[in-house]
């Protein structure tokens, strides 16, 4: 069967067909997908469907949780690292040589977070499923090698030294360097031209001579005409900062939580409500509205992972859980979240798209059955009421 695949040379996106091929050993002419029964785009729907051509194709893991756990990080490669290396490009184009820009910052702490769970997980993996090449490998390695070799330089890949491992292992696989070559690593951030077009400059004019004037001192001014030129005004505060300074050091509830390794309860927990300002801070459970649509794992974790990114406006007056719960389809989204204030700040109501899409309900820590689901929460606790937990994610 003759497979056509038409792209532009050095495409990563196809590189992912053209791998899956090898491996799979399917290769007609792979070289938007033409097969015998129509066209197919999109290049995770074509290296899936170029692994399937295979029956029991090992690619795609030996179980239906290794199918869905390769299915969970394409998901990851495509929608947190590969889309995290287009925006960081982007803002490279839209604000070329300015180091401090806002949009840039947060593309490239973003990607940072990517990464570092990237990072994590690998430390104790040598492949991200099972112990062989799969499909997600093959994904993962397209979308890294975009960044190695048009913007990750080595000073920035050095901090995830377990991906930096994983990515030159798999780009030297026999059946990846056969298509995509030698890959060499960018050694400074490109140089980029503004999308934005200067204004052309006007053609210069002949000066006109005009005769010499007899210059008439002019009168001292009138002290209701010495009208000085306002001040900028001040930035308006947040709300938040003109609140009653609280005895709650939330970077100190923080570092606690991220260093406390054993004896959770006695430390962490313990601490937690030693240093909380029940006047200062208010706590609140979540839960999304609509769990009956949870049905894929990866998107469900996925669309938690976003929520987070969009809560970032609020680290500095936040701390938050977020539980995926159940061990099947449907799979139920609950959250805890310290704010700074006795209501859910404005900023994050205004501006975090998705708040709309949970229920909020404060929580009454005199009510001991909420203080222990508060603890609950913290700790990661499992089985958590009663359902194992597919995933648990810190905002912090």
Aim: charged content about 25%; hydrophobic content about 40%.
């Amino acid at each position: 069967m003759a497979l056509v695949l038409y792209t532009n040379a050095g495409n990563t996106n196809a590189f992912k067909a053209l791998i899956t091929a090898r491996y799979s050993g399917s290769l007609g002419r792979v070289p938007v997908l033409e097969t015998p029964d129509g066209a197919i785009f999109e290049s995770n729907a074509i290296a899936r469907y170029v692994a399937n051509l295979k029956a029991d194709n090992p690619l795609y893991g030996s179980s239906l949780i290794e199918y869905a756990c390769i299915e969970q990080w394409m998901g990851f490669a495509s929608a947190e690292i590969y889309a995290g290396l287009v925006r960081w490009l982007s803002a490279l184009r839209m604000f070329p040589g300015i180091d401090n820009d806002p949009t840039k910052e947060l593309t490239i702490v973003l990607l940072k977070r990517s990464l570092d769970a990237l990072n994590t997980y690998l430390a104790n993996n040598t492949y991200l499923v099972g112990h062989s090449v799969t499909l997600a490998d093959i994904v993962m390695t397209c979308s890294l090698c975009r960044g190695y070799s048009r913007i990750m330089t080595k000073a920035f890949t050095s901090e995830f030294p377990h991906v930096e491992r994983y990515f030159w292992t798999m780009v030297n696989q026999p059946n990846v360097k056969k298509v995509i070559g030698k890959v060499k690593q960018v050694k400074a951030l490109p140089a980029v031209q503004s999308q934005r077009k200067a204004p052309a400059k006007e053609q210069a004019k002949p000066k006109e001579v005009k005769p010499k004037e007899v210059k008439k001192e002019a009168p001292p001014p009138k002290a209701a005409e010495a009208v000085e030129e306002e001040a900028p005004k001040p930035k308006p505060k947040n709300p938040l900062d003109l609140l009653p300074p609280s005895k709650m050091i939330l970077d100190e509830w923080k570092r606690l939580y991220s260093n406390t390794k054993t004896n959770f309860r006695e430390v962490a927990i313990k601490g937690f409500w030693d240093m909380y300002d029940p006047e200062g801070y208010s706590l609140w459970f979540c839960e999304y509205k609509y769990n009956e649509e949870n049905t894929v794992s990866f998107v469900t974790m996925n669309k938690v992972g976003g929520f987070l990114q969009r809560m970032d406006l609020a680290r500095k007056y936040a701390f938050g859980k977020m539980l995926v719960i159940g061990q099947n389809p449907p799979f139920k989204v609950k959250g805890l979240w310290l704010f700074r204030g006795q209501e859910i700040p404005r900023l994050v109501i205004d501006e975090c798209y998705g708040m709309e899409l949970y229920e909020w309900t404060k929580v009454d820590i005199s009510d001991e059955v909420q203080k222990e689901r508060v603890n609950a929460m913290i700790e990661d606790q499992e089985p958590f009421e009663g359902e194992p937990l597919l995933d648990a994610r810190c905002f912090k």
